[in-house]
């Protein structure tokens, strides 16, 4: 066949978000609720609305993907991969351009979509089957790969609302697996479940590929789209920043995004953030890692206390802020994400100037290697106001932290946490082995 | 989006094509019969989950219609003494409840559908968010569900029937297009509320008090024979009505002294169902490109 099995010709999506915010007095609130309604009467259906109230998630976007071709979508949050996925799988209606598709289109935009708790697993096959385009027919004849692929047999007939995380995504991959259509859009389902499961996923999507299915694949970790893809595009602001082969185009984009600052001059962890434009209400300014007499660190140590210090600045009189600190690696994949309102349970209430926050961790958690530090600003529950999740580049180096002589490096695991071992004994009960809990975390000297 | 699904010569792919949705489309019925087994689903979905964790499980189907039947007959027969005045003859006739029940067993299908389905496409949220089929399948399933509970409750009328020993005739069989016509009143209706129950969630609180309203415009405690001649039409505007007086046709006529057809009232409380069919559809098409973005 040789019209593409996907063209897609200027593509976009705007999105309208609220008029902008500023400061506003009693009066005047009370006007726009009261003229809220008849405002949004005459609006709705219709896509004409002002400029500067709109965001352009998607902006003329063109490519063409041939039948068994795999194609990687990378970028940023906010670049609008989600977007396109959106609008190629129907879900949401493009503001303008076109996009041809040639076959069933499946698209899997979660695990588990249309699962409902209160139904048991077989009932769940066939509901969540049908919604993603199954027929009856097709889910009969492979409901038992469908069970045993997700390796949940014993609790088919259990509803749901009693099954573990894991075994709802176990299940959930499972019916989405043995979807056979034509083209496939898949957004990074792949991120989950255990170790084993992930293989067997990642092993199915290559069988796909074999079969001769288009993919059109949505992920962060750029090890799995080099593994799986043929072509790949960067997105960056809803525009195509770089596309084409695979390492090339991973390449281009992380350049792009190369982590802002740099371990500064004095050879420490502080990282300025340069000031966003225009300016939210409150905004990142510097991040700094300090020691343990609160100067700016010079070395990290995998499992020894950290402390990172949030610089920000806010705009406003009694603003009521949230900081998020996270911990990549350089590939993307979050390791670390922690949110003042979600972790900590509180947040900040601050009049303007600048101010800062620290979090603390008595034993940082990664082995030795390079991790990309980031943190961010929100409006709790409400809204991201500046998200500087690339700020810095930090190196956690090599410490024996269990003190066996091989400390743990990034390139074998990211992971350090306090564990140990136990072997059976001769009373039939488990002994701890090697050097146990007591040594291993050591003191946080230096 | 106009997503056209044509089968092309050469193959048997099918082929979809995504544009910006202009204006008003018609409804797509070749796609919603492809995904029939999907409404099936859905439908099935919502009597499971509604009856899961339940003693008396499908039997609320039946016995709710069954309490308000006997409710509204203590009161209005028993404590008011409307039937009287209503049947106007001389008390001998049908039993009020027989009357009353006639009315209310597609009158709750109607109810019932319009409170379901307004609320149907704001619940399945997530599932609209994350993947596409004809939005239409959502408040289809919902009026599917209650149509289930409907039919059970037909069992309550032929109870009714034996226990009154009220023979059927021949216009019994007229309950099958009647029930057609409910289905497309509060399909319309249904859908209309649905859609625009997402960009305005006012009618959340709109719904209960529409269906309180309706239940009195509707003759349901009362009799389309007490609304003198030239004003019947108007009432007859309310789809529900014609089809009501409709049921108690195909319910009382066979029994003395037996049930006028109003054909007149009938004609344009269907014509009105149709109306109310394809508007609320239309602007349910309308509007359904928006759903993920708005809900």
């Given amino acids: ?446 | 989006m106009v997503a056209s699904e044509s089968t092309t010569a050469r193959s048997e792919m099918p082929r979809v094509v995504i544009e910006p949705r202009k204006g008003w489309l018609p409804v797509n019925w070749q796609e919603l019969w492809q995904h029939r087994e999907l409404l099936y689903f859905l439908t099935w979905r919502d009597i499971k989950v509604r009856y899961k964790q339940t003693v008396l499980g499908v039997l609320w189907a039946i016995l709710q219609p069954l309490m308000t039947m006997v409710v509204l007959t203590v009161i209005f027969k028993s404590l008011l003494g409307v039937d009287r005045r209503l049947m106007g003859s001389d008390g001998d006739g049908y039993p009020y409840a027989v009357f009353l029940f006639a009315g209310l067993l597609p009158w709750q299908f109607f109810a019932g559908a319009l409170k379901r389905s307004s609320d149907s496409v704001v619940m399945s949220a997530p599932l609209t968010q994350k993947v596409y089929f004809p939005r239409l399948i959502i408040p289809m399933a919902s009026v599917g569900a209650v149509l289930v509970d409907f039919a059970l409750s037909l069992l309550v009328l032929v109870g009714l029937m034996l226990y009154y020993g009220i023979a059927p005739g021949l216009p019994i069989l007229a309950i099958v297009p009647l029930a057609l016509g409910m289905v497309v009143a509060a399909l319309g209706v249904g859908a209309l509320l649905s859609a625009l129950n997402v960009a305005y969630r006012d009618f959340r609180y709109v719904v209960p008090f529409l269906v309180q309203i309706w239940f009195y415009a509707t003759p349901l405690i009362w009799a389309l024979n007490r609304v003198q001649g030239r004003w019947r039409l108007l009432v007859a505007l309310n789809p529900m009505c014609g089809i009501v007086e409709g049921y108690r046709w195909a319910i009382l006529s066979s029994a003395p002294p037996g049930w006028p057809l109003d054909s007149a009232a009938l004609g344009v409380s269907v014509l009105s169902a149709l109306c109310l069919f394809v508007v609320g559809l239309r602007y349910f098409r309308r509007v359904e490109g928006q759903f993920a973005d708005i809900i």
């Fill in chain 1, 1 to 446: 066949m040789d019209s593409p099995a996907i063209k897609v010709e200027g593509l976009s999506k705007r999105y309208r978000i609220g008029a902008r915010l500023r400061q506003r007095n009693f009066r005047e609130a009370l006007t726009d609720a009261a003229l809220a309604p008849l405002r949004r009467l005459k609006s709705f259906g219709r896509s004409s609305h002002r400029e500067e109230d709109s965001i352009w998630a998607l902006r003329q976007v063109s490519f063409e993907v041939r039948q068994g071709e795999v194609l990687g979508i990378i970028g940023p949050n906010g670049a609008g991969k989600t977007t396109l996925l959106k609008l190629l799988s129907r879900i949401t209606d493009p503001t303008e351009g076109r996009a041809v598709l040639n076959g069933r289109v499946g698209s899997l935009l979660e695990v588990g979509t249309g699962f409902h708790s209160e139904l048991t697993g077989w009932e769940n096959i066939y509901l969540s089957g049908a919604i993603l385009g199954m027929r009856k027919a097709e889910i009969d004849a492979r409901f038992d790969q469908i069970v045993a692929f997700s390796g949940i047999e014993p609790f088919i007939d259990t509803p749901v609302k009693r099954y573990s995380h894991g075994m709802r995504v176990r299940l959930g991959f499972a019916v989405a697996a043995h979807l056979e259509p034509e083209i496939l859009l898949v957004d990074e389902v792949l991120a989950v479940g255990d170790a084993a499961f992930k293989r067997k996923s990642l092993g199915k999507m290559g069988e796909l590929q074999k079969g001769g299915r288009t993919v059109i694949f949505v992920s962060h970790n750029m090890a799995s789209i080099k593994n799986l893809c043929t072509s790949c595009i960067a997105l960056d602001k809803g525009r195509i920043m770089a596309s084409g082969d695979v390492a090339d185009t991973v390449q281009r984009y992380l350049q792009a995004f190369e982590p802002v600052g740099d371990a500064g001059s004095g050879g420490g962890f502080s990282f300025e953030v340069p000031r966003p434009e225009p300016a939210p209400e409150a905004y990142i300014t510097r991040v700094e890692l300090l020691d343990e007499d609160r100067a700016v660190a010079r070395r990290l140590e995998t499992r020894a206390c950290f402390r990172a210090r949030i610089h920000f600045r806010s705009e406003v009189a009694s603003g009521r802020f949230s900081l998020r600190l996270s911990l990549q690696t350089l590939d993307g994949a979050p390791l670390i994400l922690y949110d003042m309102e979600q972790t900590g349970g509180f947040h900040l209430a601050c009049d303007p100037g600048d101010h800062f926050a620290d979090v603390v961790m008595p034993e940082l958690p990664l082995a030795a290697g390079h991790y990309v530090i980031g943190a961010a600003i929100s409006v709790p529950h409400i809204r991201l106001l500046h998200n500087a999740e690339r700020t810095g580049e930090i190196e956690v180096s090599a410490r024996d932290a269990y003190g066996t002589g091989s400390p743990l490096s990034s390139q074998r695991c990211f992971v350090a946490v306090e564990h140990f071992w136990q072997v059976p004994d001769d009373d039939e009960g488990l002994r701890e082995m090697g050097y146990g809990p007591k040594g291993s975390a050591g003191p946080a000297d230096r």
